[in-house]
């Protein structure tokens, strides 16, 4: 059975305790969860890559402190591991506005996530967590240790983590008039081009 070191690098959020509610009772027997103060500004690219090498599980699972984990989901991501020995794993986030990540099975910029990887834990096979130019250190960490390890992921349709759950209703109707302002402005840039 595939066993998960969980890599969750926080800023000290008050979201944190959320967070590690949510994984905490999904954790069996050779899983871990490393819990990092992380103030270098760089989205948690530092914890993520000073804990890897001390990662004892099969697996390797990042997270955000302002995420959750829906209360199914180490169970669904470990039988994806189980069921397919090697290979990359990238689930899919619902946000409070309505929208899922990934929209198509594809590898690239925008499309994917941190806290929607699993990854088999093959020293030597993955790749450093860093910022380049406009690109994220989450895309770049998948893309390289895909290509390290040979293989395309695979997408899997099914929603494991809840990006940002807002239980302020006041503040979700802000988040939705937010996302249809840029979601518009995106749409009359289509058009007009």
């Excluded at 794993?89 to 994917?112: C, E, S, Y």
Aim: net charge positive.
């Amino acid at each position: 059975m595939a066993t998960f070191t969980i890599i969750l690098g926080t800023a000290g959020r008050e979201t944190v305790s959320r967070t590690i509610a949510s994984i905490t009772p999904q954790l069996q027997p050779g899983d871990e969860l490393f819990i990092l103060r992380d103030d270098s500004g760089d989205a948690g690219d530092t914890p993520r890559n000073q804990t890897m090498n001390r990662a004892a599980g099969t697996h390797l699972l990042f997270m955000d402190d302002d995420d959750e984990y829906t209360s199914d989901a180490l169970a669904t991501i470990r039988r994806f591991a189980d069921e397919n020995p090697g290979r990359i794993g990238i689930f899919r986030m619902k946000h409070p506005t309505g929208p899922m990540h990934w929209r198509d099975p594809q590898l690239r910029h925008a499309n994917v996530s941190t806290q929607l990887f699993c990854v088999p834990n093959v020293p030597g096979k993955l790749a450093e967590w860093k910022h380049v130019g406009r690109r994220h250190g989450d895309f770049r960490f998948i893309s390289f240790t895909s290509a390290y390890m040979g293989q395309e992921p695979i997408f899997v349709d099914a929603v494991t983590v809840l990006a940002r759950p807002v239980h302020n209703p006041l503040k979700l109707g802000w988040m939705k008039v937010r996302y249809r302002a840029r979601l518009g402005t995106r749409v009359r840039r289509l058009r007009g081009a």
